[in-house]
Antibody, heavy 118, light 108 residues
Framework: EVQLVESGGGLVKPGGSLRLSCATSGFTFSNAWMNWVRQAPGKGLEWVGRIKSKTEGGTTDYAAPVKGRFTISRDDSKNTLYLQMNDLKTEDTAVYYC?????????WGQGTLVTVSS | SYELTQPPSVSVSPGQTARITCSGDALPKKYAYWYQQKSGQAPVLVIYEDSKRPSGIPERFSGSSSGTMATLTISGAQVEDEADYYCYSPDSSGNQWVFGGGTKLTVL
């Protein structure tokens, strides 16, 4: 059974940092492209970024609002995806989901809530 | 920045056909994907590559794309299909992915 479990969310002040983790099991993580998607309270889905598998270069792409502040990385030895978030803004408040797949996101975690507030 | 445009809401009676549209300039050259999100739950993929249905998704869900518009069709919508639906596709570079604003489907 495929499982994705996000963790690391919480309350942080504007300008602060937070690192989210997505622990996975049930599939070959090292072969998977992985994504972060967020959803602000009461709003729609927003793609945050993705990381390719190492065999396909391991490169990353980011949405414009987070580029330069957020970094996606992966540890294939731990089957875990990360999202390092720096210089957080109030508009980054959202539930953050990790998901599998390059385009078709087949599996999703249940999300972790990040609240940016003073 | 690239945008995908969806109607905010669609309403049908049970058994009727619901159609949700998604327009975007890159859709003639890029696939559309559709996600269903029920209240308080993670999204679920219901259509990929314009018209393909993942295993486990009911046959009443179908997709099509023509020109700058992609369409999700639910034939014989059921009460349990009430949800928010999002289209998803990249810009012309293929490196920036975007969700549409979402369409709330009401079946009653």
């Amino acid at each position: 059974e495929v499982q994705l479990v996000e963790s690391g969310g919480g309350l942080v002040k504007p300008g602060g940092s937070l690192r989210l983790s997505c622990a996975t099991s049930g599939f070959t993580f090292s072969n998977a492209w992985m994504n972060w998607v967020r959803q602000a309270p009461g709003k729609g889905l927003e793609w945050v970024g993705r990381i390719k598998s190492k065999t396909e270069g391991g490169t990353t792409d980011y949405a414009a609002p987070v580029k330069g502040r957020f970094t996606i990385s992966r540890d294939d030895s731990k089957n875990t995806l990360y999202l390092q978030m720096n210089d957080l803004k109030t508009e980054d408040t959202a539930v953050y989901y990790c998901s599998t797949g390059g385009a078709a996101h087949d599996y999703w975690g249940q999300g972790t809530l990040v609240t940016v507030s003073s | 920045s690239y945008e995908l445009t969806q109607p905010p809401s669609v309403s049908v009676s049970p058994g009727q056909t619901a159609r949700i549209t998604c327009s975007g300039d890159a859709l003639p050259k890029k696939y559309a994907y559709w996600y269903q999100q029920k209240s308080g739950q993670a999204p679920v993929l219901v259509i990929y590559e314009d018209s393909k249905r993942p295993s486990g998704i009911p046959e009443r869900f179908s997709g099509s794309s023509s020109g700058t518009m992609a369409t999700l069709t639910i034939s014989g919508a059921q009460v349990e299909d009430e949800a928010d639906y999002y289209c998803y596709s990249p810009d012309s570079s293929g490196n920036q992915w975007v969700f549409g604003g979402g369409t709330k489907l009401t079946v009653l």
